[in-house]
Every structure is written in structure tokens, then in C-alpha cells.
């Protein structure tokens, strides 16, 4: 186990632990991390209050009830009270009940808190979007505060140190700036006739994360590239500026030579073409994020047989992301909300792959509550 997994949750310098699981009982492990209920141990001054008594009853039996009275000044009817239950039950005999009242009314009812285990265990979502999630599909309003208690309580809680936030920047309207961005190789197993190489290019608007495109290629070469940025340009229109990296085939380094394709067909198009600096991906931030988001959903979760099997997971996962998947940068909006104002009307599980299955489960359990 790395060293870093071993520094106090309290340490800012500490790694963050990734999700890097494949589907399966793994994945479970993941979401809990072994976690346990927490020991409910008595408090310092419940402590306290149990030192204090058994020292009355002590002297009470010593040097009698008075000097005990003197001593602790605790009242006789206390004293001669503890000392019953003392020889009766022992010192447990001693601890104070509390007088706040034992069952406390519930403001949320249980089967939200098992609605809400279902979605941890199935996705390893936060509170917040836990939260949000169920409010828009219309499950249940409860706040992040009572699904922390609900993780802690039931052993689902994973302490972690937040990020640190980096520079952000944000268009004010879809289509005025694209980030493109080419991830890869990637591998597929194709059962026996070796592996194939891939490379995945995707496209992101600045201002609504929608995706643009998103494509699997078995090589790196411009000619695939500039035909599917065609599709693109004729599905969604052109946006006034794009940004890209500085890896080929976007950019030519040697000075003197004439601009690449990509290049070309933008100056064709008077879109302006952007630059990330050398090492500084959060520049391109937005498509990075999509990536992550991918690796995490996606790529790590299934095994690819075959490129039409890929190819048909990366299709649905787009429509999911722009159209079904909340998103917290965005106010708990789709990135289809916010680019062209397509409304969102899930109701449920409904178009969540992690929990798709369950819809029917919940359905009845709602009704029966």
C-alpha cells in the first residue's frame, strides 16, 4: 500500500484515493471501505458523572452518609438512592439515564434512508448529489446533512481532503469556446485475435460541459480527425474559438512550418484556434474533467470485446452524460439544460445505468410507504 494511504485524513499533502474499480463486489468494498458503524462510548462527562457518585457512594460506606454529603455535595435522597442501586446492579447501576425522550420522532421516513444506501452502494455518489438527485427526479427532498448522518450511521462514510481549487474561467454562452482533446491508446481485448489500439476523441462546450462528440478511432492520424470535426460542425454549428493542447496532430512545434490540418480547416472556418500552456492541463480543464468523469464510469467499469461494443458504449454514455446527468459545477443542471434548454423529466432510476435496474424496487417501495 502506498505511503500516502497511511498519513492522517487530516493531512493536506495527503494523495486522494481515485476510483479505479471494475464492476463487482470490489466496487462495494470501494463505496464503504470496510467501514463499520461508529462505537457509540460514553461521553467525558457521562464519565465524570459516574466518578462522582461511586466516590459518594464509597464515602457513604466508609465514613457515613453525612461526610459524604459534605464532601461531594450531592443531596442525602441522591446518595442513599445510589448506594441501592450500587449494591443492587453494580456500578452500571450508576450511569444517568438521559431524560431526553428515548425515540425521537423521525422528520425523514426509513425508507429514504434505505433508498439512499441503495444509491451509495450502487454509484459511491457524495451527499450533495445524493441530495440533488433525489429532489429533481422527484424520490424525496432531504438535505446533505441528514445522508452524512445516514453514511455514518450504516458505515458508508470515507473521509477524504477536498481539492484544492485551481484557476476557473467560464464563457457566458454555449458555442463561443470548444475544448478538444485526444486520450489514449486504449486497449481492447478482442477475444482471442490479439489487441486493438484506440485513441478516443472527444469535444466539450465551455459553458454547458455538453458533449459535442465523441468518437473512438484506431489510429491517431488527422484525416479520421478532420472528417469527424466536419460531423460536428454540421450537427451543433462552429463555435468562435477552440482550445486544444499542444500534441499533434494539433500543433507543429518547428518554427518555419506551415500549420497542420487542423489548423487549417479552423482558418478556414475564422475560428480561432487556442493553446494550452506546456504543462498546464487544467487550461483545457473542461474536457480533462469529462475524461476523468469517462475513465470513471466508463472505461473502468467494462471490459470491450470487440470496437462495435466500444463504440456503442461511448454513444450511450454521451446521451446519458449531456442529457440524464446531473452536474454539480452547474447548479445540479444537465450540460442539455444549459446549452440548448432541452428540459430534464427523469423521474427515478430511470436512465441511470448504475441504477436502472432498480427502478421497479423503488417504484413499489414508494408506493408501499
Known sequence: MPASHLTKPSDPRRWLRR??????PDFLFLATQNGRPPEKRPSRSLLAGVRLRMRAVRLAKQSGVALAVRTTGCSRASIYRWIQAFEEHGITALVEDSRRPQHLRRTVPNWVDTVIIAIRLHTYWNSKRIAAE???????RVSAKHIEGVFREFGCSRGSVPPQPGPRYERSSPNELWHIDIKGPFFINMEGAGYLKTWIVGMVDDHSRFVLGLRIHTDAKLAPLLVWLDDCFEIWGQPIEMMSDNGSPFVRFLPGLLPTGFGHRLAERRIRHLRTQISTP???????AFWAVLQREVLDRHRFGSLVEAETALTRF????NY?????????????ERYDGTPFTDRGFENIPALAHLQDWLAATMIAA
Open 19 to 24: 476510483n479505479r474499480y471494475q464492476e463487482g
Open 134 to 140: 433525489m429532489e429533481r427526479r422527484q424520490i424525496c
Open 282 to 288: 487544467w487550461t483545457n480543464g473542461k474536457i480533462e
Open 318 to 321: 454521451a446521451e446519458y452524460y
Open 324 to 336: 440524464h446527468r446531473l452536474s454539480g459545477v452547474l447548479g445540479w443542471l444537465t450540460p442539455a
